[in-house]
């Protein structure tokens, strides 16, 4: 296994990685809203929050040799179901088809007062 880090994401807010990459693999750690120079919640609406959440992804992809494009299965983690259809939109023009496998869930609660946290396993490009 290696460690993946990027000063373009979040660092990690508890005793864990960023991702890790094991045979191929790709495995990215739940990202949220935060911007990686402040450490601060961004976003004024569900959309922009899903927007840095997908530019943490990003860059955590990058940085183990990967991309978007290399993404076989999401997990989002939503504080309100009513958001759904807004995380989808933001969700969907940083994919591509075939879209990746994906689950949906509705939470009570993540570690930081956000309404979107998404995990990604992705193959590894390079």
């Given at each position: 296994m290696k460690e993946v880090s990027t000063p373009n994401a979040p660092p990690s807010i508890g005793p864990f990685s960023q991702g890790l990459v094991d045979d191929g693999t790709v495995y990215v750690s739940g990202q949220g809203p935060i911007d990686p120079e402040t450490e601060a919640i961004v976003g004024e609406d569900i959309e922009d929050e899903t927007h840095r959440t997908?530019?943490?992804?990003?860059?955590?992809?990058?940085?183990?040799g990967s991309s978007l494009d290399d993404v076989v299965k999401a997990t989002v983690f939503i504080?309100?179901?009513?958001?759904?259809?807004a995380i989808n939109g933001v969700y969907e023009e940083y994919l591509s088809e075939p879209y990746p496998a994906r689950s949906a869930i509705q939470v009570e609660d993540l570690p930081v007062d956000i309404g979107v946290e998404?995990?990604?396993?992705?193959?590894?490009?390079?």
């Open positions: 997908m530019k943490n992804i990003g860059a955590v992809l990058e940085a183990a504080q309100d179901m009513d958001d759904y259809d998404i995990e990604i396993i992705a193959r590894v490009s390079q």
